[in-house]
């Protein structure tokens, strides 16, 4: 059942249970009524004799008898069962009863009058061997007083009804219609598996409704970002992996054609197939290192000394660098993280420093301590990069392109920046480059500082 038939359900029982209570209060106030009548009838007919009495002074003219009776109707059921009205009620015409048998000795009961008009509420009391009087009281003000009670009640019910319905709308235009509009989009993104991304209008950011449309709205974008980034991440990765695969191909073919007459050609063609099966094999273990530090946990963090760290990777370039003036520059300070892990980063950034620029210009590495994070370092004299190239250097598979690159820069997988932004990320740092052609660039990343010693 839907929510809308719910809230419709709900209304229409609320009003039901109103309108029957209503209606039981005001049956309830007429019996209240109708009692108080009952009361005074018995305490008129306690003597039915004193009673006639008293009526037929009151009818003689007698002011102190009217004055008891002035809204009694006394009546004497004569022998063959006619009613003679002894005393009636001053205002008014006479409210005869009519009587129907069997009302004597019934104790209150409630009778028309003839001529039509308001009832009667009567006691028929055995007076002698074979007479018996009628008392009766008008129910003109009961009735009166419920037709009044009701009619209150009436309109109370049509302004609860009115707010109900008020109330109901509200809801349903603010609440359950932005709620459907919602399950549509989604039904609409489920079948078209999300190649077909929808916004809904988000409404009143104050209510649930809105804050669940900005929800929406902010994970469909978000899955129609990483579609996207999956996508073109699949392209990617399949352009990248074609031309090794193409290689090997062509070379087990024209193997297979006899094209490779000579053991050197054969030597030739093992050696470069090696290299792309080598090639290949690098990226495939870059696109598991990649998926691997989608998850955070996997991270064994402590407290790193980057400085240690700097000064390692310093004499490993230098033993492989000679010609390479190299420069450290940090202070003592401790980051959490996992040292592997952080290693592997700026073991890329410094691959990537030394793959960009000259052989003969130096590399710096440095380390400062700003408030909470220790930010690294690593700055080259190379090339720089172009200005539309910056906002994608971390990119998978992204490489700029510049007239006169070396050749062999053009070959990279493009991953190595890609996994020092995933590194980043899984130990929740930063990373950014600043950059200009012609002009070198400085890559770095910022961490959570551990400590630092003075």
């Known amino acids: 059942m839907s929510l809308r038939r719910r809230l419709l359900l709900a209304a229409t029982g609320l009003l039901v249970v109103v309108a029957l209570a209503f209606l039981g209060v005001a049956l309830a106030q007429r019996a209240s009524l109708t009692a108080q009548l009952d009361d005074r009838l018995e305490s008129l007919t306690a003597n039915g004799a004193a009673l006639v009495t008293v009526a037929n002074r009151a009818d003689a003219g007698n002011a102190a008898a009217a004055s008891l009776l002035t809204d009694v109707y006394v009546g004497v059921v004569r022998a063959d069962g006619g009613l003679t009205t002894v005393l009636a009620p001053d205002a008014g015409p006479s409210p005869v009863p009519v009587l129907i048998g069997g009302e004597a000795g019934a104790g209150p009961v409630t009778r028309a009058v003839a001529g039509g008009g308001a009832r009667v509420r009567l006691v028929v009391l055995t007076v002698g061997a074979r007479r018996s009087v009628v008392v009766a009281v008008s129910m003109s003000g009961v009735e009166a007083s419920f037709r009044r009670l009701l009619l209150s009640l009436g309109l109370a019910w049509l302004a609860t009804a009115l707010v109900t319905l008020l109330v109901a709308g509200w809801v349903e235009r603010l609440g359950l219609r932005p709620i459907a509009r919602i399950t549509a989009a989604a039904e609409h993104v489920t079948a078209t598996g999300g190649r077909a991304p929808v916004r809904v209008d988000a409404g009143d950011p104050g209510t649930e409704a809105g804050r669940l449309g900005s929800a929406f709205n902010a994970m469909v974008a978000t899955t129609a970002a990483g579609q996207e980034e999956l996508r073109r991440f699949v392209a990617d990765a399949s352009h990248e992996l074609r031309t090794p695969l193409t290689t090997l191909r062509g070379y087990s073919s024209l193997y297979a054609a006899g094209g490779l007459g000579t053991a050197a050609q054969v030597a030739d063609a093992m050696a470069r197939i090696n290299a792309e099966a080598s090639r290949m094999g690098r990226i495939v273990d870059d696109l598991l290192d990649l998926t691997a530090l989608g998850d955070p946990a996997a991270l064994e963090l402590r407290a790193v000394d980057v400085g240690i760290e700097l000064e390692h990777l310093a004499a490993d370039?230098?033993?492989?660098?000679?010609?390479?003036?190299?420069?450290?520059?940090?202070?003592?300070?401790?980051?959490?993280?996992?040292?592997?892990?952080?290693?592997?980063?700026?073991?890329?950034?410094?691959?990537?420093?030394?793959?960009?620029?000259?052989?003969?210009?130096?590399?710096?590495?440095?380390?400062?301590?700003?408030g909470a994070v220790v930010r690294l370092q690593v700055t080259d004299r190379g090339r720089g990069i172009a200005a539309e190239d910056l906002p994608r250097v971390f990119d998978r598979f992204y490489r700029g392109h510049e007239a006169g690159a070396p050749r062999d820069v053009a070959r990279g997988s493009g991953l190595g920046l890609a996994i020092v932004a995933a590194i980043v990320s899984a130990h929740g740092g930063r990373y950014g480059v600043d950059s200009a052609p012609r002009a070198g660039s400085t890559f770095w990343i910022e961490l959570p500082a551990a400590g630092v010693a003075s």
Request: charged share 30%; glycine share 4%.
């Open 317 to 370: 370039l230098r033993v492989r660098e000679p010609g390479r003036t190299v420069r450290v520059r940090s202070v003592s300070a401790r980051v959490v993280a996992d040292p592997d892990r952080l290693r592997q980063a700026l073991t890329a950034l410094v691959a990537n420093a030394v793959k960009y620029s000259a052989d003969a210009t130096p590399i710096d590495l440095a380390a400062e301590v700003g």
